[in-house]
């Protein structure tokens, strides 16, 4: 019976699964059946996938090439019995290594949020015996009896349905609950569209079935999504890869640079050891041993202005890749939507009323869409009795908790209740005045539901019904009309009335009202020749969000474009695009949105061209949600993809950065996801986006201008040995020159207010280098004026005839103020900070002031002069200092002019 696991259920009868099952839908399976299934099958569990032991984690945190630069560092400082740098360079490490470890160890938890999905109990008929049992000992071939309020306890193929009705979001992203069937199906329909099928995680919110076990733990759609979630593959972020490419070629080139010190140095005659002591200096000088926590704490400053927007970040790295993003893939239902079904438009016989509001908040009002007859909307007898009619024909309820609306029942029957409270009915009383004495509830078959309703004072009865359009419709004689009279009802218009909204992806629901008279039977007149009389459609949708909108233009102006991927219908997921302005030429037409049956047919070179041009993805699965995710990054994207349910998971856990709802996400989503939004809305993304590049855009002037001082400082070292002279800087002054200016000047950019154009320029392509060539030359520009200034200058002290100590305490100074200068020209990498505003971050004048008083204790303070090496100046070594460090920032500021014009005027 193994090989029927993976069998088509949908597509067969329910006798002939029963069959293949081998069991019995009165009595179901015998005790002695159900052990040998359990010991064939296992429990109804999905397997727990193994973790990564937590200490090779942590190991893997020093597994990157900057990290090994720091080391190598660390290594130098020890063999140079510099104790305190070696102390503080391996704390650096430590620090960086456990702020990465906890970020991955809290990241990949999904597996055991799938598990807790299927902890349930489950209702079965064993023996001929009905009894409640743990879900996990279900077998294939188990009768599994559902009602409304159950959790679906594994795959079932459905046998009787009563009303039956399930909520599938989680798993299909269909935004309404499905009415299921018992028929079999055609083979090829998706997940969304197995009307006679329930699966496991799902919800029942009405009605009660009857089902046949046909999967459990692992073979189960939401077991596949498990092993999904395993499969995909956790992208290395852009920045990592940036960073780890970045930091092998600085490895390389610290290398070279170190041997080809110390092999001119020994061509020169220049004593081994001395050669040694030089390329160890030029190697410490090189390494910018600051970066990883300067890094680190860019993006920490970054998630901490991301929480105040909403926002809560998982993985460290995930604050740049939003910066980076090319594409985001939002769901439908909730992110882009309300998730909250509102009725839209309400269509009479005679009249168009249009309804506003927005959710279950009773906020609104109707009104006819003609401004002429505005007035005569309290005459509208069809109005009013399709609204009463949509009250008393319902099973759900509308409660308010605070401020918040909730509700209990079917999101499509409470959208009803709202729309007449926005009439200004009193529901509530509606309900007394008008006592229900029987009903039908809804079935497949029929297509409509309908109720029996009394008034108590005059003893009049009248039969209200609810239901599809073309099944009311067919019982439907006459309409009723404004003033309360009947006419003929011509079905041709109204069917084309209904066809009509229905084409704009709104669910169209149809009323009508059959009195009764003295002498008739009850409600099961219903079944003869019995005509109602229509009054009128309601129809309603899952409306878009009003920030949406605004915040897809915002990410158009970026250069980001926004793709929609739903489980939804292809008619709903059309009619939200359009609204949101989200189709572009090729779309509006309808052609451009394909749908999760025609993804199945596509071969990886047309997937990855289909999802580059379209923008609208309708009744996908999770798997087709993965592979889209993973065509798009085939084209060098970096992807964000959002999602709430269970099937968005694999697709959140593969691309560059997941992002899941806080509000109405399942824990399997969010424990996938690289970021969580609090107020579940797409225009938190968009802020997340922003605050992202400006981030990115720190990051990047950190570099530029931490990297100078490096190449400076190699530069110094490898002219000395060339030129056969003392070394002008020591590597403990090195030290000194590269943790000290990292954390109190660089650390100053991570607090750069964002650039005002930041939104409206393209996302920068992920295929460039982190430095453009631009950069680069800066960094070589300045680089070389840090090296002629520090050798200038301690070659000039030296001719004077001062000592050595001195004259490396000037080349040291000139280098610590050219970097507090040259901090202000990186503020903006294009702009003038004359520009930008000198004073808009005023933390950059308290880190430049502590570092002055710091230079003032290195050089004056007799301790630190013997730490250090260092010695006093005179007031003439302060002035060549500063004026050589002013010039430094004036050529920068003219260099800038002359790469980028006009932005630095």
């Not at 009787?160 to 309404?176: M, P």
């Not at 990592?240 to 970045?246: E, G, L, N, W, Y």
């Not at 996801?673 to 579940?680: A, E, H, T």
Request: hydrophobic letters at 45%.
């Amino acid at each position: 019976m193994e090989t029927l696991i993976g069998k088509h259920w949908h597509a067969i009868s329910r006798d002939d699964a029963s069959r293949f099952l081998e069991t019995d839908p009165e009595t179901g399976l015998d005790r002695l059946e159900i052990k040998r299934r359990q010991t064939d099958f296992g429990p109804n569990v999905i397997t727990s996938h193994k973790k990564q032991n937590p200490f090779m984690l942590f190991l893997r945190q020093f597994h990157q090439a900057l990290v090994y630069i720091l080391i190598a560092a660390g290594l130098t400082t020890v063999f140079l019995h510099e104790w305190i740098e070696a102390v503080f360079i391996f704390g650096v490490v430590i620090v960086n290594a456990v702020i990465g470890f906890f970020q991955e160890y809290r990241a990949v938890e999904a597996m055991a949020a799938l598990a807790e999905t299927m902890e349930t109990e489950a209702t079965v008929v064993r023996a001929g015996k009905k009894e409640k049992i743990n879900a996990e000992s279900l077998v294939p071939g188990d009768m599994v009896w559902l009602q409304g309020g159950d959790k679906v306890p594994a795959d079932l193929r459905l046998y009787e349905i009563y009303d039956l009705r399930i909520d599938e979001s989680a798993l299909t992203g269909e935004s309404v609950p499905v009415d299921k069937q018992s028929e079999r199906l055609d083979t090829e329909l998706t997940l969304a569209d197995r009307k006679n099928m329930a699966y496991a995680s799902t919800l029942v919110t009405y009605g009660r079935g009857l089902g046949v076990v046909v999967s459990t733990g692992d073979k189960t759609e939401v077991g596949r999504i498990s092993k999904l979630i395993a499969s995909a593959t956790e992208l290395k972020t852009p920045l990592t890869r940036k960073i780890s490419q970045f930091s092998r070629y600085l490895l390389i080139a610290i290398l070279v640079l170190a041997a080809v010190t110390f092999c001119v140095g020994l061509l020169r005659g220049e004593p081994l050891f001395d050669m040694f002591l030089a390329a160890v200096a030029l190697a410490v000088g090189s390494i910018p041993e600051g970066m990883p926590a300067a890094i680190t704490i860019m993006l920490a400053i970054g998630v901490s202005r991301m929480a105040r927007r909403q926002s809560i970040i998982r993985k460290l790295p995930a604050v740049e890749t939003l910066g980076g993003t090319t594409i985001i893939c939002s769901d439908k239902t909730g992110t882009l939507t309300e998730n909250q079904m509102t009725v839209q438009e309400i269509q009479t016989i005679d009249n168009q009323y249009l309804v506003s509001g927005i959710g279950y908040e009773p906020k609104g009002r109707i009104r006819i869409n003609d401004p002429e007859t505005e007035n005569k909307i309290k005459e509208a007898s069809a109005l009013d009795q399709c609204l009463t009619c949509g009250v008393l024909c319902n099973d759900s309820s509308l409660v308010q908790n605070g401020e918040a609306w909730k509700i209990n029942g079917d999101p499509t029957e409470a959208a009803l209740l709202v729309s007449a409270k926005k009439a200004g009915m009193a529901v509530e009383n509606l309900f007394q005045s008008h006592i229900r004495e029987d009903e039908l509830p809804f079935d497949s078959a029929r297509q409509f539901m309908a109720t029996l309703n009394k008034d108590p004072q005059t003893g009049h009865r009248q039969i209200y019904v609810k239901g599809s359009v073309e099944s009311v419709l067919a019982q439907c004689r006459t309409a009723r009309i404004s003033n309360g009279d009947t006419a003929p009802l011509d079905r041709k218009t109204a069917l084309a009335k209904a066809a009509e909204m229905a084409a704009r992806g709104l669910r169209v629901l149809t009323f009508a009202i059959s009195p009764v008279l003295d002498g008739e039977q009850g409600i099961e007149i219903l079944d003869g020749e019995k005509s109602l009389i229509f009054l009128g459609f309601q129809a309603m949708l899952d409306p878009p969000r009003d920030s949406s909108a605004k915040a897809i233009q915002t990410c158009h102006r970026a250069g980001v474009s926004v793709k929609m991927i739903t489980g939804d219908h292809a008619l709903t997921a059309t009619a939200i695009a359009k609204r949101l302005d989200m189709l572009n030429d090729r779309d509006k037409d309808g052609a451009g949105v394909v749908t999760g049956s025609e993804i199945g047919d596509m071969g990886d070179d047309e997937l990855i061209r289909v999802a580059e041009e379209n923008t609208v993805f309708a009744r996908v699965s999770p798997e087709q949600k993965l592979h889209l995710v993973e065509a798009l990054q085939e084209n060098s994207h970096v992807v964000a993809m959002t999602g709430d349910g269970v099937n968005d998971a694999p697709a959140l856990r593969q691309a560059d950065i997941g992002v899941a709802m806080g509000k109405n996400g399942t824990e399997v989503a969010k424990d996938a996801s690289d970021m969580v939004l609090l107020d579940d809305n797409f225009a938190t993304i968009v802020s997340a986006v922003e605050e992202g590049r400006g981030v990115y855009d720190n990051l990047i002037k950190f570099i530029v201008w931490t990297l100078p001082t490096n190449l400076g400082e190699g530069l110094v070292i490898l002219a000395a040995v060339i030129f056969g002279v003392t070394l002008p800087i020591l590597p403990i002054q090195i030290l000194w020159i590269n943790m000290s200016t990292a954390l109190l000047l660089g650390m100053m950019l991570a607090f750069e207010p964002r650039e005002p154009d930041i939104m409206n320029r393209p996302p920068r392509d992920p295929k460039h280098a982190i430095l453009d060539r631009d950069t680069i030359v800066r960094i070589f520009f300045v680089g070389f004026l840090m090296l002629i200034g520090a050798f200038g200058l301690f070659e000039l002290a030296e001719w004077r005839g001062y000592n050595v100590d001195r004259a490396r305490t000037i080349a040291v100074n000139v280098f610590i103020f050219i970097e507090i200068f040259y901090l202000f020209n990186c503020r903006s990498l294009e702009q003038s900070v004359f520009r930008i505003g000198l004073f808009t971050n005023r933390l950059a004048f308290l880190g430049a002031g502590v570092m002055i008083l710091l230079q003032m204790v290195y050089t004056y303070f007799p301790p630190a002069n013997r730490l250090f090496q260092s010695a006093p100046l005179s007031m003439g070594d302060w002035i060549q200092i500063l004026l050589y460090s002013v010039l430094v920032f004036w050529l920068v500021e003219m260099l800038k002019s002359r790469l980028y014009g006009k932005k630095t005027g």
